[in-house]
């Protein structure tokens, strides 16, 4: 089982930049997948985006390609969400999630708390 904690969310300007973090407990987060999910307000929750255990594969949601970038650090157990060129409809919580298995990332078993990220015109 692996426990996730996000942070780096926050309120930015549309254009601007955030990165956020999601730190992993346990031995065997290098082999897990993780992935990013976001949910806007009055919306469902969608996928933003994965990373390969290995972190040498990465697939995104059409709507963040090239704008958005996720990264890990196995030996810092933690895996990262670079967001650039920040949009209004980027606004809402942010969730990490994990799952043993990277072809299965769109439904995780493992899922953060959430961190809010707020882009503001």
């Known amino acids: 089982q692996v426990q996730l904690v996000e942070s780096g969310g926050g309120l930015v300007q549309a254009g601007g930049s955030l990165r956020l973090s999601c730190a992993a407990s346990?031995?065997?987060?290098?082999?897990?997948?993780m992935g990013w999910f976001r949910q806007a307000p009055g919306k469902e929750r969608e996928f933003v985006g994965a990373?390969?255990?290995?972190?040498?594969?990465?697939y995104y949601a059409d709507s963040v390609k090239g704008r958005f970038t996720i990264s890990r650090d196995n030996d810092k157990n933690t895996v990262y969400m670079q967001m650039n060129s920040l949009k209004l409809e980027d606004t809402g919580v942010y969730y990490c999630a994990a799952d043993p298995f990277y072809d299965r990332m769109r439904v995780p078993a493992y899922w953060g708390q959430g961190t809010q990220v707020t882009v503001s015109s």
């Open positions: 346990g031995r065997t987060f290098s082999s897990y997948a």
């Open positions: 990373i390969s255990w290995s972190g040498v594969s990465a």
